[in-house]
């Protein structure tokens, strides 16, 4: 008891801020380090789901003026707001609006519906936010970290290996994590893995991905496939004429619309003029499954 009642007591204090939501969390606390956990009753009226909602979107605000704090709330993935309730910006956009002391942070890896929730001047998030566009993490800092990883694990990566890995997934975060964990489950303890070990990952992620990719296949247009196909072999500019010679693309209309669907989709990506497959290990896959 002498271990466990302070932490449970200080817990019961920050608990009392919940007692006014209409729909009760049940929480549970561990008696170790007081550490809480909240679930909650879905099967309730939509009124009161929304009011819950609300109040719990305006805590952080409350929080702030009492204590006179400033506080950060990083939403992420916040494009997805849409498909869990269509009125959800709506309402977070007018609570948020009145909280001076809340800076809101938006995070989101779908980057036409972010800019399509803060540039449309019918969404309730239209000019909002500053938007800042993050880039792919640089080849050395990324190298050290998957170093650092890999000692810590005892294990080791060549630098041809490492380099392999970053030339494959040119430094995109996730693809990155992913390769690195299918190439360190192959590597035993004290082991150093090589070049020949990243091809074997490489297996091993295109298989796990395969359903994905093959859906993103079906349902892609037949001049979709053709522009994933010759982007595939090579990221260029699929609008000259002689990259559509050289790679059997049809007219530039045709290409143009086929390239809006793939940007949507988040398949593909252009700046500047050069178009590239954008999707991890998508490109990848074509060229093993497809035959580009």
Not at 29 to 34: K, R
Not at 77 to 94: C, G, H, N, V, Y
């Amino acid at each position: 008891h002498d271990d466990i009642a302070s932490p449970l007591f200080r817990a019961k204090e920050r608990l009392s801020i919940f007692g006014g939501l209409r729909i009760a969390p049940v929480i549970t606390v561990d008696p170790g380090d007081g550490s809480l956990s909240f679930s909650f009753d879905g099967a309730r009226r939509a009124a009161d789901l929304n009011a819950t909602l609300e109040r719990l979107l305006e805590l952080p605000g409350v929080l702030a003026g009492e204590r006179k704090r400033q506080v950060v709330l990083i939403l992420d993935e916040f494009q997805e707001i849409t498909d869990i309730d269509p009125a959800l910006p709506k309402l977070m956009r007018s609570v948020f609006q009145e909280q001076p002391e809340v800076a809101h942070i938006y995070l989101g890896s779908k980057r036409h519906m972010m800019e399509r929730l803060f540039n449309d001047e019918n969404e309730p998030f239209w000019r909002s936010a500053k938007q800042l566009e993050l880039d792919i993490i640089d080849a050395p800092l990324f190298g050290d970290y998957i170093l650092g990883q890999f000692k810590r694990t005892r294990r080791k990566i060549s630098t041809e290996a490492l380099d392999a890995v970053l030339d494959i997934t040119r430094g995109h975060p996730y693809a990155t994590q992913e390769l690195c964990y299918f190439l360190w489950a192959l590597i035993p303890a004290a082991a150093t893995a090589g070049s020949e070990d990243v091809a074997r990952a490489l297996d091993g992620v295109l298989d796990s991905e395969h359903a994905h990719f093959s859906l993103i296949w079906q349902g892609a247009s037949a001049h979709q496939r053709q522009v994933l196909l010759a982007l595939a072999r090579e990221s260029g500019h699929p609008f000259s004429g002689e990259y559509r010679r050289r790679h059997s693309l049809p007219a530039v209309s045709s290409v143009q619309r086929a390239l809006i669907g793939l940007e949507k989709g988040e398949l593909v990506d252009r700046r500047k003029g050069l178009t590239w497959i954008s999707e991890p290990f998508l490109g990848e896959w074509i060229r093993r499954d497809q035959g580009a």
